[in-house]
């Protein structure tokens, strides 16, 4: 009579059950498989070597796969923590052509976003605007929220005729004690200081990254791109280099990894591993799409950490290869068309 197969539950935070050939059949001296649910006849075992089919991690999440006991030794399996590698390509999961750009039938375009594309304000202080009717068109007050103008249209606010302002994009690499903002009330001195030389347009930050913290930031007058790029549900790629006061133990980093509680919300990083070189275990890279306030701080300071020093190295697939501290650069058009592409 055959014995009951043994399930062991998978190691990590997916804890779903592996299916084992640790039950034996004693006529046969080997492992048996569960017969067949249609036939009822028995499965016939697979060919593939019993070392093979022990499986090793390849996937995020664990429980798709278990160590060798050479990989455990040697120390290559590291669970569920991908290694983390700052000179990562970015490679596109999207389509080879970018989605088509919405297009009025009828040619028209909204006049909030018009006077978005300006670059006189956003299109929730332009609405505010065009209900004040301090805006004409074709020399008309127009008051009525959501209307269309067509594009040879002559748009004025404030006595100045309006065209619509060309799209820029650029890349920060931003240095220490540099506020992310347009504009500081208190003086200090802002990431706008650092590329004042790019043009006229009216730029924009594309998220934030607080004083202390370096690393790349992209900056650019399109809102359109800049707010899908700072939704959390687009899963634009950022990866940090985080420089803790004290080594992190290999139990914290299980911890992060499983999740940590922010603001009432868990936070699980995509993929976070040591980043030091000769065993620095004070180093850290982590990878996470989320978008709270300080969040890589905030994690590793909820298990007394200390964050010394933290470097934004990756973001939506762009890096900082042969870009300085302090210096921009424009995207180019391939890097556009990967940003476009992310849904």
Known sequence: MREKPS??????RGEKPHYSDKGKNKERGDGFRSPDKETGRERKESSRPAEKRTGSYSGRSAGKGYASEDQKKSGKYQGQLRPFDKKKSFKPRFKDKPPAPK????????????IANSGVCSR??????????VVTVNGKIVDELGTKINPGDVVVYDGNKLT???????????????????DDPQGRKTVMDLVKN?????LYPVGRLDR????????????????KLTHPKHGARKIYHVFLDKPLTRADMQKVAEGVIIDDEKVIPD???YAGKNDDKSQIGIELHSGQNRVVRRIFESMDYKVLKLDRVVFA???KKDLPRGHWRYLTEKELTFLRMIK
């Open 7 to 12: 399930y062991n539950k998978g190691k990590g």
């Open 103 to 114: 297009v009025s039938s009828d040619g028209k375009i909204r006049l909030n976003k018009f």
């Open 124 to 133: 929730r202080e332009a609405d505010v605007l065009i209900k004040a009717g």
């Open 164 to 182: 619509a302002e060309k799209k820029i994009y650029l890349l920060l690499n931003k240095p220490k004690d540099f506020i992310t903002t347009s």
């Open 198 to 202: 790019a043009g006229d347009q009216r």
């Open 212 to 227: 202390n913290t370096t690393g790349l930031l992209l900056m650019t007058n399109d809102g359109d791109l800049a707010k």
């Open 271 to 273: 993929a976070i591993e």
């Open 317 to 319: 697939g762009l890096t």
